[in-house]
């Protein structure tokens, strides 16, 4: 499968995994408003997600795709899959008390993840009650990460990205079936959680025997490969999650906001989250192993080959995202959740908080990238650092802007210090000398931005001639204006890029392509780049 071919199988998938997403926040915003039990079930939720996007889909998988990918490449598949054999082993027997502590430490963790719902201890008790329900999906979901970091070195990238769909299915079920059975909705969607998650594993292990791949479970064994998986993983949680632990401090200086604040960030977060699954995750998810490959195979003219091309697919998909979340979030976001009992008031609230999240977009996909080049060198030493620095950096600036703009500056100092983590990661390269990119990128990007800021112009313009049918007491007709809205945005930009040299039809053809691309080879690669 070519790269670019992978980027868009992983992409199409999280898309629809996105879309499901939307009907099941839809829902929710209908249901639960942005308002007591509305907050107590998005803190609930955020915890397991916390954990299992710095362990599971973070630490563990920037650690382990490397390694796996490596033996696969020197040593062969048996002693790819006794590693992940091995790996699967140590996974279970550190999460499963992991998971079984947390359940019983909830209330003093609570008190750590939402302080401000102390002073409300109806809050507070849903909270820990519902995120007793949900916590267990961690384990579940990591024994996913691993079965999916195998699919994935395996260049079978479909599987581990269809998972997720499973998951807003499972609890878009669970909001339509709870008033029939007399269930509290939102306790009901904290079940469905851990529920998608055994859906998801037992999805994931069909899909590894398809492919020849069933792992024995052996008592757990500290072999040299674990313990370099180990040496990798603790940075590693750090270094692929500074998104996830800045959202995490959103959640928590939010919750010291009056109430709603957290459901404000949480539903601005989860259209953030759509560019962010579909570009960044399908770039970087595509990215790492072919890294991991080349660097194992010492052709470091692949690495750069590759790197370029996924900084270059993260500037011409994530620009217009950012500038279309920006321009027209109010319509977005009124079109999609203002219902029920979701108003007018909390749908401007998200809007603001979306646009301000919007402007670190295209600096996130950048640094998926980047941190995969690092991690295909088994550093995540480097990542770690940089994290670290944005992390603190994000917390001060929240601090500071909270006072003046309240939830929208939580959003504002997590959009803005996305663009220092690109900076401290770019400088850090470029002292290796491991910022090497070719002469297409250099064109393109410029010409890509441009194109981005035309496409803008046009939202605005036709988000004006379109207001009296955005603003339509008719559901199917605003959904009908906002998607003639997204569509002659996203025309607008494909033509502008097109014009100004920024793309071609070929790179799109090229994603569609079943066959693999001219850059799967070095011969085809520096074919690419001279008439790229």
């Not at 992390?391 to 663009?419: D, Q, Y």
Request: with cysteine; hydrophobic share 60%; aromatic share 8%.
């Amino acid at each position: 499968m070519s790269f670019a071919r992978a980027i868009a199988t992983v992409g199409g998938l999280t898309l629809l995994s996105r879309l499901a997403g939307f009907a099941r926040d839809i829902l929710t915003a209908a249901v639960l408003g942005a308002g007591p039990v509305a907050d107590a079930f998005f803190v609930a939720l955020k915890l397991p997600n916390l954990f299992r996007r710095l362990f599971a889909e973070g630490a563990f998988g920037v650690a382990f795709v490397p390694l796996f990918a490596a033996e696969l490449q020197t040593r062969g598949r048996s002693a790819a899959i006794r590693f992940a054999e091995e790996a699967l082993a140590m996974l279970l027997a550190m999460l499963l008390p992991f998971t079984l502590a947390a359940i019983v430490a909830m209330p003093w963790l609570m008190h750590g993840l939402a302080p401000g719902f102390v002073d409300e201890p109806a809050k507070f008790a849903l909270a820990v009650d519902m995120a007793r329900l949900t916590f267990p999906y961690l384990a579940l979901i990591s024994l996913v990460a691993l079965l999916g970091g195998v699919l994935n070195a395996l260049d079978r990238f479909g599987p581990f990205a269809a998972a997720p769909i499973a998951f807003n299915l499972t609890l878009v079920a669970a909001l339509l079936v709870a008033p029939r059975l007399g269930l509290e909705p939102g306790t009901a969607m904290a079940a469905a959680v851990t529920l998608s998650g055994v859906v998801q594993v037992a999805w994931m292990a069909w899909a590894c025997a398809r492919a020849g791949v069933v792992l024995t479970l052996h008592p757990p064994r500290m072999t040299e490969g674990m313990r370099r998986l180990f040496r990798l993983i603790g940075p590693g949680a750090i270094g692929a999650g500074v998104m996830q632990i800045n959202l995490f401090l959103n959640i928590v200086l939010a919750s010291l906001l009056p109430s709603g604040a957290v459901s404000f960030l949480y539903y601005a977060d989860r259209l953030n989250q759509m560019p962010l699954g579909v570009i960044g995750i399908a770039i970087g998810t595509a990215l790492l192993p072919v890294l991991a490959r080349h660097v194992a195979a010492g052709d470091e003219r692949m690495v750069r080959h590759y790197l370029s091309r996924a900084l270059e697919f993260s500037l011409l998909l994530g620009l217009p995202a950012a500038v279309a979340l920006g321009v027209a979030g109010t319509p977005i976001v009124a079109v999609l959740f203002q219902r029920g009992a979701f108003g007018p008031q909390e749908a401007h609230a998200t809007a603001m908080a979306l646009a301000a999240y919007a402007i670190g977009i295209p600096a996130y996909v950048i640094v998926k990238s980047l941190n995969a080049a690092f991690f295909a060198r088994h550093d995540t030493v480097t990542p770690v650092r940089v994290a670290v620095i944005v992390t603190v950096a994000t917390a001060l600036l929240a601090l500071l802007l909270m006072p003046w703009l309240g939830h929208v500056g939580i959003a504002l100092s997590t959009g803005l210090t996305a663009w220092l983590d690109v900076g401290l990661l770019v400088a850090a390269m470029r002292k290796r000398g491991l910022f090497d990119l070719d002469d297409r990128l250099k064109r393109r990007a410029p010409r890509i931005a441009a194109a981005a800021a035309g496409m803008g112009a046009a939202l605005l313009a036709g988000g004006h001639v379109l207001t009296p049918w955005l603003d339509a007491p008719s559901t199917a007709v605003r959904f009908v204006a906002l998607a003639l809205l997204v569509a002659g945005g996203a025309a607008a930009f494909g033509a502008l890029a097109t014009l100004l040299g920024g793309a071609r039809l070929g790179d799109v053809k090229g994603m569609l392509s079943k066959s693999p691309s001219p850059s799967s080879s070095p011969q085809g690669a520096e074919e690419t780049a001279r008439h790229g």
